[in-house]
């Protein structure tokens, strides 16, 4: 009996260390690093059906959280997401634009689209901050290079001017009337408290999911506790027994 109750202390104690540090674990690894989306948006090409946008990011400081990739293609009317992964607190800085510059030439049921891509360059500062949980969090500001003022969203819109068969009149007209479909069929731009903190936005959702970085399995963690207080109160039964046990033992 006295072996039985020694191995039960021992079996409780050893639950109960790796209890502790299979908390603490949770605690240091389930907030170690952060997603962070940066969004794109393509204006709509009423001409064709499966138009793409090729749009690159490029950092511009060392140490820089690294971009799952440096090119994306994203279809017109729609948003695409550069991705990354921050660990650390600080200041970084990006530059986000068209890849392709050259005018590109598209021919379409007999007629000649001369592609002009978007020449605009926006300039990323992302600012990951770190709270006194160790929990990190980001924000992100954006401003173009032609003026260096700060705008909502990164947005890119590609122009199609027409072959020679066409007036200029029904070019501009055509113009015009792709200008008022881009504005009816966008969506609101992103601004940059739709990426701030620790919000992840999905491609086409309109929810937010807020990302605690927690992806621990706890449901082990409570078993074990619970393992453990089964264990200790096994250990105090016997022990009461045994005390009661040798009472009677001293009072005969």
């Known amino acids: 009996m006295k072996a039985l109750r020694k191995l039960l202390r021992w079996v409780g104690i050893c639950t109960l260390s790796l209890f502790v540090f299979l908390g603490e674990g949770v605690q240091v690894c389930s907030y170690d690093s952060m997603t962070v989306q940066i969004p794109v948006k393509c204006v709509y ?77 926006y300039n990323i500062t992302l600012f990951v901050t770190e709270n006194d949980d160790g929990m990190l969090s980001y924000s992100v500001t954006v401003t173009t290079d032609e003026n260096g003022f700060k705008t909502d969203s990164v947005k890119f819109k590609d ?13 501009s007209d055509e113009e015009s009337s792709e200008d008022e479909s881009s504005d009816n069929e966008s969506s609101s731009p992103v601004t940059e408290s739709s990426v701030n903190s620790r919000t992840s936005v999905p491609p086409d959702s309109d929810k937010t999911t807020v990302l605690t970085g927690d992806t621990a399995n706890t449901g082990f963690v409570v078993l074990l ?21 040798s009472d009677n033992s001293e009072d005969d």
Do not use: W
Request: charged share 30%.
């Open 45 to 121: 090409m009423p001409e064709f059906d499966d138009y793409t946008y090729n749009i690159s990011i490029e950092p511009l400081d060392k140490g820089s959280p690294v971009p799952d990739e440096d090119d994306i293609s994203v279809l017109h009317d729609n948003t695409g997401y550069f991705k990354m992964n921050a660990s650390v607190s600080g200041t970084f800085r990006y530059k986000i634009f068209e890849s392709r510059t050259d005018d590109e030439i598209i021919v379409q049921d007999g007629i000649i689209y001369n592609i002009q891509h978007d020449m605009c360059v």
């Open 159 to 171: 122009k199609i001017v027409l072959d020679e068969e066409f007036s200029d009149d029904e070019s």
């Open 225 to 245: 506790f619970l393992i453990s207080l089964c264990t200790c109160a096994v250990i105090i039964v016997f022990d009461r027994k045994h005390t009661k046990e």
